[in-house]
Structure formats: C-alpha cells, structure tokens
C-alpha cells in the first residue's frame, strides 16, 4: 500500500467521518461520510474496505442526493382521491403511524386468515431482500420476494439459476488474479454494471495490464466492447447460437476440452438410456459409467474405476446407452459455426478463431500451487450477463455457457470462474462446502431462494411458478394472471400488494397490463423514499428512511469473510422510519412476528442464527438489534453492532480452499439432469391435471433438456414492420432508474453524447433517413414513446438501444421527462416468457417513426 | 519540496466519471462548472470500433500560457508547481481563460454554489468553507486539490478511481509512480505543440 493511500485514510475537513456502506445499488462497497452540525456534507470510498479500497462509483460518491431531496416523503400519507391512474393526483393526506399501521394491519389479518396468498409481497431494497423476502414466508404468502415487479427484467435470473445448479455460484466472478483470456457476453463486468464494479474495474485494468486479452459479446459498443481487443456485434438474443457453435468447434473439430477432468469431476461419463435419464446400477441405484478397461458398466463410484468412457454405444442390462458427453456430442452435430453464424451474425470464422484462442488459453492440464495445495489452472473465462440471459432462451443460453466452462474444467479453479455462494457467508457465517447429492452431483445450498417450487393445482404463485418450477422468478407475470386468475387455474384473487422499494412501471413491461392490475387491488401499499409512476396507485404511502439514515450488516464480496455495516450517519430527517423496521412492525401488529411460525423465526432461519445468538420467538427487536444478534452470533461472541458501527467491517480474505473447488469431490454436470428431471415431472403433472383442457394453457416444457439446444427468440419470427430490436443497457451512472432522481448523476448524462437517446446504426439511419437528434415515435405493439435518435458506429445495425436509467414519468422534477423508456414496449405474456429459469424477453421490436409538428420540438 | 504532477492511463480510464462526481463534490461547484472532465471519442466504422475516454483538468504548465495573461497576478505558481486562483486578486477579465490552450478554465457567473443540490434551500451539502469558496464574478480551475495535497493526500479525483487510471506524485522524484510511467510508457503531455510544458501526461494511447 502507497504512503498515499495510507494517508487517505485520515481525510480533510472539519467535520466527524461516520463509516458506513453504499446501498444505491447492492455491491455495498464501504464509504465514509462527513457530517457537520448533523448535516452530512461529503462521501467518500473507506479505503479500510480491503474490497474496494476506497475507490467508489459517481454514483456512490453523488449519495447525498438521496438524503437532501426536497421530494422526500416526510410522513406517512393516505389516499383521498378514490380514482387511481396514471399521474392521477391520488389527493394523499398526511397520517400518523399508528393511523396508517393499523389500517394496513387490519387488512393483512383479514388476509391472512382467509388465504395469505391474497397478499402479493413484492419486496425488492437490493441490500436486504433476503431478509425481507422472509416476511413474506412468515406471513404465509405464496407471492413473495420478487412478485409482481420481478427481477425477471432487471436481473440475469438464468445466471442464478443455472450457476448454482452448476457449481453453487449465485454469481459468478472471474478469477482475475490468474485470468488471461476473457469473453463477456452481455456483460459489463469491470465496466459498470453485473457484480462488484468498484473492485472489478480495478482488478480488471490490472489483469489486462498484465496481457490478458478481451472479448466482447454484445449487440451495441457498450463500455467493455469500446475498450475490449475484440468486439463482435451480435444480433440481439441469438447468443445461444454463438455458444452453440463455439461448443461445436471444442467437442467437434478442436477435440480440445479436459478429459480428465470430465471423467473425473463431471457426470459426463454417466450412462443415459433412450430416455435420456441416467441407467442405474439395480443394487445400489447410482448412475452407471462405462469402465473402457475392465469392459462394463459400473457404478460412477466404484472404487477400482479406471478409465469411464466419455464416448461410445453400449449395452447395459439389454438396454442401449451412451454416455452424457456422447449425448453432448450427438445433440451439437448440426450447430457448426456456419449455422451458428446464419442465426447470430457473427462470421464462422470468428466463432471457430475465438473458440480455439478460447481453448488453447485455458491450459488444459497446466496447475498452480497456492498455499501448498495443486489446483487445475484454467486462466480463460467465458462470463454472460443479463444482455445474454434476459431473453426466453437465456436459460438454454446459460446452460451452454456452463457446459463451456465444464468442459475446460473451469469451473471454481485459479484463473477460471468463482462461485459466491447463497451461504451463510453473507450474513456473517463460514463459508460452507457444496453437498453432495446419491447421485455424486453437486447440492447447492440457497438460503431465501427457491431452486424448485413444488407443482400444486390450483396453482398458488401469481407468478405461475406451479407452471415453471425452477423459475428463480417470473414476477412480471403477476399483473398479468392476477387480472384473469381463472385463466391460469387460480381459486383465489389477490386483494392487497405491499411494494418495498420497487417501481412495476420502471421494471416491469406493458404499461396498461401494470396499470390495470394495480387499478383492481383493494390495497396498494408503498414503502419508499419519493413518490414515484407507482405511488399515484398507492392507497397508503410509508416513508423510508435513506441508507444514510439506517442500519445494515451484509457481506456481498465473493471471496471475503467478514460483515460491513451500514448505518445512520444521522438521525432521520423527518418522520421516517428503516424499511426492515417497518415490516417488523407490521408483522407484530398483524399477529405473526412471534413463535416458531413467525417472522423472528424466519430471520433466525434466513440469517443462520442459532443459540445463544439467536431472536428470541416471543419478543420484538428493532432491526439494530437483530443486527447486534447476528453481529454476535458470528463473531463468536466477540463483536457487537457497535464494534461495526466504530471499524467499519472485518472484511478478510477467505483462504484459498473456501474459494476454490467448494464442491470438493461432488461432481459438476456436464449433462443437467436436474433440469432434465423436473420436465419430465412437469409434464406429468400438467397431463395428469389437463391443465392445457382445462385452460388452455399451453405451456412449453421443452426447454427442460440435458444440454442445450437452439431454441429462437419469438423476437426473431414476429412483426415485420417493427425493423429494429430495441435492447435496453446500464450505465455506471445508474442504477436502474432509480438514480435518475439524482441531479449531479443527470447532469452528468445529460453530457453524454447518446447516453438519453435511443442509439442506433450510422449507416442504418441513411438508409432509413434518418439523422443525428431526430425526435422519434418509439412504436410497437405495446406502446408510442417519445425519443431523441442518436448515432454511432457501435451497434448492430437492425439493433436499438435505450438506457435503463432513464425515462421516468413521475412527478419528481429531476427526474421527469428525461430519456425514453424501454420497458413500455415489453410484452407481458407467457410466450415471451423464459419459464425454465425465470426471465422475461427483454427484447422488443419497434420501428421508429419521425415526430412531426409540436411533437418534434425535443424536450 | 515536491513537484507535483498526473499521469492518465488511457487503458485504464472507462469513462465512469467518478472522478468528475469526486471534484464536483469536493469542491462544491457550481452546477455548469467542472474542473475535471472525460471526454468518449469513437474511432473507427462498424464493425471495427473502438471508444477512447479521455480524462482532462489543469495541466498545471510549467510555462502557463494563463498565468503570463493574468493582469492582477491573481494566478500564480506555488512552489510545488501547482498553478493557483487567488480569489481575492482575481478581477475576472477572463484573459486566463482565453490564454489556456486546454480550455481548463471557467467563469463563475453566479453564486449558485450556496444553493443545495436540488437548487434550493435546502442544506448545501458541503463545509461551509467550501460553500463559501467561489465567488461569482472570478476564474476557476482545478488546483490538484491543493488542500489535500498538503496534508498528504492525493487529490479527490485519484483516490476515488476506480480503475487507478489516474496516478499523481511528485515529478522530480524518478521514482514516484508518475516518474516511473512517464518514462516506462511515453508519456505524452497535450497539445506539445503548444509548449506549455504540461504536469500532466498520458500513457497508454
């Protein structure tokens, strides 16, 4: 560490330095904030976070705009106006809490003994949506977590999903440390958006100062193409074409994967029958492998296993079987890179060129020891995004850029992509080993996430997760099957929805389906910091405290052990309260706080609290003090709240075996049969119950394969006179539209060239007629937005693009009018719909139409 | 005594301006004002494009065009080469602004500096010396955060960087980061031609 940075530490000024962490996104980098006469004038990065080391984000650094908005909500308010719509003044009038608690506590204890599914929970402050997810459990509801304004837009649910079936991995990271060779398909890591920013961007620039070589995926010149060695421009929602080929060129033509490892560390070896399930061993039931040295078929664990084939026919028990690699390799036969280019735009020879750099980087065989112990070094990475996995493909898309990475044996070893686990870690506790499952496979532990819903009829979930069992979320559906619940089986319709910091307008899809479903609840309840598109359908509105005004305690590293704080740095400003405080209280006041079935012991559960740190299950704590508990409870006893409140954090690096190979010796799939299996039982069930009789619901379960296949967008086939597939992008000055409120960060982007613009080719805009600055109509099916054009170079030609940041319609005037949003144009509806892994087509088409008279004068 | 001075690693540099919301808040400048910018340049045709940011502030010259043109010797050069506005002497004739070849310099036409962040009364969010900083009426620029750096800190905008992409020390010491960059990876000042002898280099170009 320079002398530089140790002196940072001590700042200027005059004021008392308060540490704290960022929540104006969910990285939760440390900060320290300086507060004179209870005023905090200034932020800056805590260079005692060995994450961040200080460095921190515009946005993280323009944090006091949230504090000082003069649109903050200052007390709670009730609607007076009966007539809800959009911009429709709701006539709120100032309440107390207790007025407005009750009212909202009666409604959920009628609720509640009634059919708690009633009540749709969508629950989403980034830093602490686990714990309040769990709020929604304790009270009993179906619809809880991500409902009715999911993360099935804004997130890349298929990483989720997929990485922790894999390896465990939540999220994924690349192991810059060792790393020479990355692709990012629609991923911005180290540029601004997925994981981590702040650290990613530094370890990033020091990786390629090192040599190693960028590849970027991605329909637009975003941040990382810009800067990359490579760029090559992909039509939108065909990167699963591109894997598909790139796949074909490593089992096909480069034969340039790790055997080894697969026979080892995989179930590629594991025999599949004409149903492409696994052939079992009759005695003892485990997955059978073929022995190519001892001539037959034994039990993937035998211990005298000497060499499982990865290829072949066989016959086992009279039955016909090839092994799951075979399989692999007889499914990707026709997806060459020619194919793969006639679908995705990227010449065959690229796919072929990057895939053998791909291969040849990845070392097959080469190790590194660290701390004395070998590890495989696998220094090549292949890393998507929500731009890869945000479309009804995306799952399939995932899948195949795992089975990418299990083929080099890349998976959670130096150089490759590391796991950060839904464990205990980021409450405070131990990392944990993978488990182990009969099979050999790898368990992934999922603390708050569901990996698979049990099918029930009628179906329980709005988001129709009955229907898509290993959908990590489909919440934009709500909307949706709650205007029609008879349509999709339901015996119940929902009456009341709490929003915790969301906003359906800004990511959900389709405005009037939004619009209509908020419009029919008897009760829409807003927990939030400013009135926004979705308060004016508010019955009562809940102040928020902001994140300088209330508590934390997370850890969101990948590879660190330890908690960081967040805390007031002052006293709230006004009548405002922490959002966990408030459903706190809400749960004590509707009955379901205490005993083993309440929310205390949901949080014990969620937070892995256990005695003598533990919640009591008759009492109420205020959230500092379940913090103080869970600050106990994983230290040992030896830190409380307050030792955070004064250091900050106790962030360390966790050693190298609780960062590498945490599935030890389970195996990771190659062939997922979990996949495989829960489409076979869905399928059974929708037979058995006629859902497509009953309701005519057809919904698609071919997805639910072994490997992964080509499967096209409905983008690709629809709406001819739509020419352009519009995608929506972050930027590092936002986050979602969130900080569009936020008038050092709009300044800012109003500076950018195309930042508030919607983007598209040069040349496609000649031809069109097009030119620079042109006010636009936005036109779908869905909807008629207004936006400036801008050009570039950067972008696939029949490609559209649009910031998420931007947008907003509500009454805050920073924020309104400025930009277009994308999302209107989204459809919501089950055939744009991933239902494998839960995400929504984030694609659309649209056509962009000159505005004429009063309408072309740019706002 | 030191002679301070930047490196920008154009490799590095990702456009996120931190650093511009690091001065901008350091500073507490006035809404249309900034000391230090990026400026994102696109260079080539489709398919073969790239982006460049180009991070920019006072170049602190050792021969500053705008300190030559400064009538009241409001600008001036401290001993550690940084170039300086003295607020008291400045008369705001603008002839600085018109001298620097890198346009680092600006007016300040009013005072909305002691407004809040949403422009109203609300708190400035700023010490109340730096609120009371600026007055209307005078020149400024960026002076590498000169009250930082004599209490041994770097300026706002190096330490918050995410990507390290700006490097700030001590020039005359061939050792210091600066030193080592400059010689290890030409560093290039802008606008040579100009001969101003800039502080501040680019590397990685």
């Known amino acids: 560490m320079s002398a530089a940075e140790i002196a940072d530490r001590r700042e200027t000024g005059n004021g008392q330095w308060v540490r704290s962490h960022c929540q104006q996104c969910f990285n939760a980098c440390g900060i320290r904030v300086e507060v004179v006469d209870g005023n905090p004038v200034r932020i800056r990065g805590d260079a005692d976070d060995p994450n961040t080391l200080g460095h921190l984000c515009a946005r993280g650094l323009a944090g006091l705009a949230k504090f000082y908005d003069p649109q903050r909500i200052r007390t709670p308010l009730i609607r007076t106006n009966p007539e809800k719509g959009r911009r429709v003044d709701p006539g709120f009038r100032e ?66 999903f997929v990485g922790m079936i894999t390896h465990g991995a939540l999220v994924e990271f690349p192991d810059l440390t060792h790393c020479r ?92 029958g004409p149903d492409r399930d696994f052939v079992t061993d009759p005695d003892t039931g485990k997955p059978l492998v073929f022995d190519e040295t001892a001539g037959k078929a034994r039990p993937y664990d035998y211990p005298a296993l000497d060499q499982p084939a990865l290829e072949g026919t066989y016959t086992v028990g009279g039955v016909a079987c090839i092994p799951a690699f075979q399989h692999l390799v007889n499914e990707i036969r026709d997806n060459t890179p020619e194919w793969a280019e006639s679908i995705c735009d990227i ?58 990475m299990v083929l080099m044996g890349a998976l959670g070893v130096p150089g490759g992509l590391v796991a950060k686990s839904m464990d205990a870690r980021r409450f405070g506790g131990r990392p944990q080993l993978m488990a182990k499952g009969p099979d050999g496979i790898v368990r992934p532990h999922a603390t708050g996430w569901h990996l698979y819903t ?39 319709s929902p009456e009341m929805l709490l929003i915790y910091h969301s906003n359906p307008f800004t990511n959900a899809g389709h405005h009037e389906i939004v619009s209509r479903a908020l419009k029919q609840l008897d009760l829409v309840v807003s927990i939030n910091i400013y009135l926004d598109e979705s308060t004016d359908y508010a019955d009562v509105v809940l102040p928020e405290s902001t994140y300088l005004e209330r508590f934390n305690l997370i850890n969101w590293t990948y590879d660190m052990q330890g908690l960081q704080v967040g805390q007031p740095v002052v006293e709230p400003r006004y009548d405002t309260r922490d959002g966990m405080d408030i459903l706190i209280e809400l749960a004590d006041r509707a009955g379901f706080l ?5 929310f205390n012991a949901a949080l014990n559960r969620t ?22 508990i869970q600050a106990r409870c994983h230290s040992g006893g030896e830190r409380d709240l307050k030792w955070y409140m004064e250091h900050g954090n106790d962030l360390r690096p966790v050693a190298p075996d609780e960062k590498y190979r945490m599935y030890r010796d389970a195996r990771l799939p190659l062939y997922f049969n979990s996949i495989k299996a829960a489409g076979d039982e869905l399928r059974r069930n929708l037979e058995k119950y006629r859902i497509a009789e009953r309701h005519g619901l057809q919904i698609d379960t071919s997805p639910y394969q072994g490997v992964p296949f080509w499967q096209p967008s409905p983008v690709h086939g629809e709406d001819g006179d739509y020419d352009f597939y519009v995608i929506s992008y972050k930027s590092y000055m936002t986050t979602y539209s969130d900080t569009a409120t936020n008038p050092l960060l709009m300044a800012l982007s109003e500076r950018d060239p195309n930042l508030m613009r919607v983007v598209i080719n040069a040349h496609t805009a000649k031809k069109k007629g097009l030119r620079d600055g042109d006010v636009v109509w936005i036109e779908s099916r869905y909807a008629r937005e207004r936006g400036v054009v801008g050009l570039t170079e950067g972008i696939h030609p029949e490609t559209a693009a649009i910031s998420g940041g931007f947008g907003r319609f509500s009454r805050h005037p920073v924020a309104d009018g400025k930009g277009t949003l994308q999302n209107a144009h989204l459809p919501i509806d089950l055939a744009h719909t991933g239902m494998l892994g839960g995400t929504m087509e984030t694609v659309a088409r649209v056509r962009l139409v000159r505005a004429r008279g009063k309408d072309a004068r740019e706002h | 005594m030191a002679r301070w001075g930047m490196v920008f690693s154009l490799a590095r540099c990702i456009g996120c301006n931190a650093c511009v919301v690091a001065c901008k808040t350091e500073n507490r400048l006035p809404d249309d004002i900034y000391f230090t910018r990026t400026f994102v340049e696109e260079v080539g045709d489709f398919p073969s494009v790239r982006r460049v940011y180009i991070p920019t502030l006072c170049n602190h010259c050792e021969d500053a065009p705008c300190e030559k043109a400064c009538p009241s010797g409001a600008t001036y050069t401290r001993d550690d080469g940084i170039v300086m506005v003295d607020q008291d002497r400045c008369i705001g004739c603008s002839a600085c602004a018109v001298a620097c070849p890198y346009d680092a310099r600006s007016m300040i036409e009013e005072p909305s500096n002691n407004r809040g962040l949403f422009g109203g009364a609300e708190a400035p969010a700023a010490e109340p010396d730096v609120v009371d900083r600026w007055r209307a009426g005078t020149v400024v620029k960026c002076d590498f955060c000169s009250r930082r750096v004599d209490q041994g800190l770097s300026p706002a905008c190096v330490a918050v960087c995410p990507t390290e992409a ?14 080592r960059l400059v010689r290890s990876r030409n560093g290039a000042p802008p606008l040579p031609e100009k001969n101003t002898k800039p502080k501040v280099f680019y590397i990685d170009y």
């Open chain 1, 347 to 404: 010449p065959a020879g690229t796919i072929r060129r990057v895939a053998k750099e791909f291969a040849e980087a990845s070392s097959v065989g080469a190790t590194v020891a660290i701390d004395g112990v070998d590890y495989p070094l696998r220094p090549a990475c292949l890393l998507s995004y929500r731009g890869l996995q945000a479309h009804t493909n995306g799952t399939l898309a995932m899948m195949a850029q795992e089975t990418v």
């Open chain 2, 166 to 179: 700006r490097i700030f020390g001590d020039l005359d010491d061939p050792d210091s980061a600066p030193s």
């Open chain 1, 181 to 272: 060779y990355l692709i990012l398909l629609g991923s911005e890591y180290g540029f601004g958006a997925n994981q981590s920013f702040v650290r990613a961007a530094r370890e990033l620039a020091d990786a390629r100062d090192r040599g190693l070589k960028l590849v970027v995926v991605d329909p637009r010149l975003s941040v990382a193409a810009g800067k990359a060695d490579e760029w090559l421009p992909i039509k939108p929602a065909t990167d699963l074409a591109f894997l598909l080929g790139f796949i074909h060129v490593l089992v096909h033509e480069d034969r340039s994967y790790d055997a080894t490892w697969l026979r080892k560390g995989t179930n590629a070896p594991y025999l599949l």
């Open chain 1, 454 to 492: 049990e099918f029930s009829y009628p179906p329980k979930s709005l988001e129709l997760r009955d229907y898509g069992p290993l959908a990590l979320d489909m919440g934009h559906l709500v909307p949706l099957t709650m205007l029609e619940p008879e349509k999709y089986g339901f015996d119940y």
């Open chain 1, 594 to 598: 205490q005993g083993e079935d309440g």
């Open chain 1, 95 to 160: 309440a107390t809490w207790d007025e407005a608690l009750d009212l909202i506590a009666a409604k959920l204890r009628k609720i509640r003994a009634d059919n708690p599914n009633k009540l749709i929970a969508s629950l989403w402050p980034y830093e602490k949506y686990v714990q309040s997810s769990a709020w929604g459990s304790a009270f009993g509801t179906a619809n809880t977590g991500f409902s009715f304004s999911g993360v099935s837009n804004q997130c890349a649910n298929p990483n989720h």
């Open chain 1, 607 to 628: 937070l892995g609290l256990s005695a003598p740190h533990a919640l009591s299950l008759d009492r109420k704590y205020s959230y500092a003090e379940v913090l103080d």
